[in-house]
């Protein structure tokens, strides 16, 4: 089965305006980790945002905050002020235990691409 | 700090052939994992390393892939023979791992060698 689902293959939004990436996973582990990367076009992946199990709230950074929704298995990730240079695909990961350096696992992606 | 270092960035190279990719994490990251990137795909991993220990190698196609992490620094992620479907990014992370550390435990990432199989 899946650990990490991301319905939206493609998403398309106009410069200045926010998106939100669906990013839905699944573990039977009570601690887990949450994680986004930007991979441009370049192909380096870029460390976004973390969010964990026992976080009570959501996780900012900058432009980027993911909205965590424990009882539904949700982080979606949420982009405001979108700019050209956000244009990349992005994944939505999750590390399964503690810090020990366990399983670590991606989802497909969703490509996008914002609008000038 | 310097980051996680791959090489060859770019091989290109005929079936059954047989190539080698190798790097170098980050300076005291104890876990090593190699991914494979098919294009338009997420990373898949293929095996992670803690220290110079084998953590999980369920994924590598043990028939044709081998990687070893001599004394638990770089890495070595071997090829051979080469398939078509082979063609991908292989790309190298390494996490700083640890019961007391406050880090996230987030991967830092290489540049990635692309491999084209004809």
């Known amino acids: 089965a899946q650990k990490i689902t991301q319905t939206q293959p493609g998403m398309f939004v106009q410069e200045k305006e926010a998106v939100t990436l669906d990013c839905t996973y699944d573990t039977s582990d009570p601690s887990y980790g949450l994680f986004w990367y930007k991979q441009p076009s370049s192909g380096e992946m870029i460390f976004l945002i973390y969010?964990?199990?026992?976080?009570?709230q959501n996780a900012t950074e900058g432009r980027y905050s993911l909205n965590f929704q424990k009882a539904r298995k949700s982080a979606n990730l949420v982009i405001s002020a979108s700019q050209l240079g956000d244009s990349a695909m992005y994944f939505c990961?999750?590390?399964?235990?503690?810090?020990?350096?366990?399983?670590?696992?991606f989802g497909p992606g969703t490509r996008l691409s914002v609008l000038p | 700090e310097a980051g996680v270092a791959q090489s060859p960035r770019y091989k290109i190279i005929e079936k059954r052939q047989s190539v080698a990719f190798w790097c170098n994490p980050i300076s005291g990251h104890a876990t090593l994992y190699w991914y494979q990137q098919i294009l338009g795909q997420g990373p898949k991993l293929l095996i992670q390393f803690q220290n110079n220990g084998v953590v999980d190698d369920s994924q590598l196609p043990k028939d044709r892939f081998s990687a070893e992490r001599l004394k638990g620094v770089d890495s070595t992620l071997k090829i051979q023979p080469a398939k078509l479907e082979d063609s991908a990014v292989y790309l190298c992370?390494?996490?700083?791992?640890?019961?007391?550390?406050?880090?996230?435990?987030?991967?830092?990432f290489g540049e990635g060698s692309r491999l084209t199989v004809l």
């Open positions: 969010q964990g199990s026992y976080d009570q």
């Open positions: 990961a999750m590390r399964e235990g503690d810090n020990y350096g366990q399983n670590f696992v």
């Open positions: 992370a390494s996490s700083l791992v640890s019961p007391l550390a406050i880090a996230t435990g987030e991967l830092f």
